[in-house]
């Protein structure tokens, strides 16, 4: 499918069914995260893949997936990452991020729906799934079957004149 047409149609889902995501879909889905390109390609940003009812229950104590039957937790080595010389900033969060924008539009490519999730209590991911502190768990991606159409905010964007400015 053609990139602007896959980015129009993503939206949240809220709402999933309670089917699996087959194991071959996982692994693509990983694998367009693994593919991802990082900041002096250190490579900082590690996956989860929540998907054992157990893991799903210990994830359900810090945040709402909305019953998805998948959730990845982005984390990111902060001791890995690339630090900008110039102010300090590291890029931590961006290479979580990019490896979660791929996920995201792989599992869409396939059909499935996807939510972008930063309200987590980090300290209860760490705590839960072993994170040593060096590991920042950025963002959750929650995966499924969606079963609903649209979500509030789909498709409700700033113009493009608002957007941009050319100089
Ligand atoms: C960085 C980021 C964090 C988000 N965190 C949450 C969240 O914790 N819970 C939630 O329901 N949606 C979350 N969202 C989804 C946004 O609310 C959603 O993308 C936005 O409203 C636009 O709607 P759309 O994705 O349906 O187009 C997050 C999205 C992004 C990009």
Redesign the pocket.
């Known amino acids: 499918m053609d990139f602007i047409e896959l980015a129009r149609r993503?939206?949240?889902s809220?709402k999933y069914k309670s089917d699996k995501v087959e194991d071959d879909k996982i692994r693509s889905i990983l694998e367009a995260g693994r593919l991802s390109p990082s900041a002096r390609n250190d490579q900082p940003v590690r996956v989860i893949a929540v998907r054992s009812q157990e893991g799903l229950r210990k994830l359900g104590e810090a945040c709402n997936i909305y019953d998805a039957p998948l959730a990845l937790i982005v984390c990111a080595d902060r001791d890995r990452t690339w630090t900008r010389s110039y102010d300090g900033m590291k890029t931590t969060d961006i290479d979580a991020s990019i490896v979660t924008t791929q996920m995201m539009y792989e599992a869409t490519d396939m059909g499935l729906g996807t939510?972008?999730?930063?309200?987590f209590k980090p300290d209860v991911i760490r705590k839960n799934f072993g994170l040593p502190e060096n590991m920042v768990p950025v963002?959750i991606l929650a995966v499924g079957y969606k079963d609903d159409e649209t979500?509030k905010?789909?498709?409700v964007r700033i113009p493009m004149d608002e957007f941009v400015r050319y100089e």
């Not at 939510?115 to 309200?119: A, E, S």
């Open positions: 993503r939206y949240s809220r939510l972008w999730i930063c309200m963002n979500s905010n789909h498709g």
